[in-house]
């Protein structure tokens, strides 16, 4: 059974680097044809989709914060890593990792977040 | 990107009811529609997937429709642990959207 654990500073001051590591086990980050994502979550609003890296490298991220993001993945750690730069208030959330796993029907691959981490707040604040 | 609106924002309903919660996307994603339950302070769970398939081990009275722009989740008889946000999320392109979720609570 495959678990996701999030971890990472849970404050980070304004202007500064947010780092955060997804921590993959019961499985192999390399085997099948996953994505491994970032979500987030403002207290008391939606989700928002950050970003996704496939284990080749190939990335896709959110335009709205893509000039910020790096998503990387060490398949010899079994990881994958988030970094939001230049973070403000507003990216005070609660961050999830998650396994996008696809099913195939009639040869369209239908993406859908099948595992999550518990999810890490972080607060941007000085 | 893919706007997803959903409706009502929010739902009262007691157990044994069926609800039925609706999302629209601001252009068509086919089929490429995925619905999640989230109660407080815990993660997202993956309830349908490509608008009608159930996850695995999600309970039959959780179901959805739709194509094209329109999809709905239906819980045919609710039950004390279906009182949750569930929200849509759509995987016709990136950035995979979701919408704004829909709170369920008890009357």
């Known amino acids: 059974q495959v678990q996701l654990q999030e971890s990472g500073p849970g404050l980070v001051k304004p202007s500064q680097t947010l780092s955060l590591t997804c921590t993959v086990s019961g499985g192999s980050i390399s085997t099948g044809s996953y994505y491994w994502s970032w979500i987030r979550q403002p207290a008391g609003k939606g989700l928002e989709w950050i970003g996704r890296i496939y284990t080749s490298g190939s990335t896709n991220y959110n335009p709205s914060l893509k000039s910020r993001v790096t998503i990387s993945v060490d398949t010899s750690k079994n990881q994958f890593s988030l970094k939001l730069s230049s973070v403000t208030a507003a990216d005070t959330a609660v961050f999830y990792c998650a396994r996008e796993a696809p099913v195939v029907y009639a040869r369209h691959y239908y993406y859908y977040m099948d595992v999550w981490g518990k999810g890490t707040m972080v607060t941007v604040s000085s | 990107d893919i706007q997803m609106t959903q409706s009502p924002s929010s739902l009262s309903a007691s157990v044994g009811d069926r609800v039925t919660i609706t999302c629209r996307a601001s252009?068509?994603?086919?089929?490429?529609l995925n619905w999640y339950q989230q109660k407080p302070g815990k993660a997202p769970k993956l309830l349908i997937y490509a608008a009608s398939s159930l996850q695995s081990g999600v309970p039959s009275r959780f179901s959805g429709s739709g194509s094209g722009t329109d999809f709905t989740l239906t819980i045919s008889s609710l039950q004390p642990e279906d009182f949750a946000t569930y929200s849509c999320q759509q995987s016709y392109s990136t950035p995979h959207t979701f919408g704004q979720g829909t709170k369920l609570e008890i009357k």
């Open positions: 252009q068509s994603i086919i089929s490429y």
